[in-house]
């Protein structure tokens, strides 16, 4: 592909990901049209609906369309009366980040304008902080390993290495140092660890602290999960770059997301080194399924962050421009309540979201 054209694998996946997809698409064609860059879409199919259909979540077919884009945009997959005879549920997401080596689970949580907040605090507006969750190790790395011992004990090991956390580390440094160019101040990463108590987390603290070491612009702190927990609550306006063991991530988020109006606002990237893949950070919400209610606004955001990604790796400032556009009209339609969304209290389904988005891209 040149470097104006991208190949983008577009995967659907279950429920409401079918819905929020299409509106993501919707708004990507809106900036698409707009600037000298286009995307080529294959449509890939997966998820629990085509394992019970098939017995296969994911075809090696899907996987290998997935590995040749230049980039996955990924709706949700997964419902919960769907299993494996284990009891766990297909996840070709968590397949998808451990077999691409998407180790760096990006998960920006800022306030948008409009959206409710939980926290009284004015200060609240502020609340803009990115969290960098590992996602191929540490407690995961014993997904489908875990064992039950003569129905009596059950165990599942945590693992971290040097390689993945340097990585991850390096990742949320160079993360920090763009922020702070944007926002015209220090950046800083915060380690959220529980390296008091656990081997493991102390070597993670080591490692982290001599890739901070390297790192002259930004300044680099430690955290106790625990402590993060209540600081998130007290006062997340503080915090920059946060970057977590995998399964610490997976709680925090959600409590950020929580944060900021809920998950239809939450959106997010797995990033490796030479693959990503975009997605909100909701699951199949099996409960409003079918209903058009479904918020698309964590799916556009997510596909913001694609373009935002392409930019940088294409050094294409068109691409960071058109993920810019899309941010700058989610803020406006929300801002000046054009819409509203049935999660925060309004009666904005998911395409009339879509369309209020994709106007004020068009007449900012
Ligand atoms: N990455 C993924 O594909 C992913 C992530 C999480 C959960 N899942 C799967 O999704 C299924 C449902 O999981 P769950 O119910 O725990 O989590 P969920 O995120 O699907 O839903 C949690 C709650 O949030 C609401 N919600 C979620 N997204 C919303 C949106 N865009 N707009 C409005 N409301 C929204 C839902 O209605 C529900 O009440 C499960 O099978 C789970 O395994 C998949």
Known sequence: MSSNSFQLAVMPGDGIGQEVMEAAVAVLDAVEARHDFSFSKSYVSGGSRQYKETGVAMTEDAFEAAEKADAILFGAMGLPDIRHPDGTEPAPQLDLRFRMGLYAGLRPIRAIPGVPLALASPRAREIDFALVRESTEGLFASRGKGTVEDDTVAKDTMVITRGVTERVSRFSFDLAKRRSERRNRKGVVTLVDKSNAFLSFAFMRKVFFEVAGRQA????????????????????????????????????????????????????????????????????????????????????????????????????????????????????????????????????????????????????
């Open 217 to 364: 612009d930004v300044e680099a702190r430690q955290h106790s999960i625990d402590a993060m927990a209540l600081d998130l609550i007290r006062k997340p306006w503080e915090f920059d770059v946060l970057l977590t063991e995998n399964m610490f991530g997976d709680i925090l988020s959600d409590l950020g997301a929580g944060l900021v109006g809920g998950m239809g606002f939450a959106p997010s990237a797995d990033i490796g080194d030479e693959h990503a893949l975009f997605q909100p950070c909701h699951g199949s919400a099996p409960d409003i399924a079918g209903k058009g209610i479904a918020n698309p606004v964590a799916m556009i955001l997510s596909a913001a962050m694609m373009l935002d990604w392409l930019a940088v790796r294409h050094g294409s400032s068109r691409l960071s421009e058109a993920a810019e556009e899309i941010e700058t009209a989610i803020d406006a339609a929300f801002g000046a309540g054009a819409v509203k969304s049935f999660d925060i209290g309004g009666q904005d389904g998911t395409s009339a979201i879509a369309r209020a988005v994709i106007e004020k891209i068009k007449n900012p």
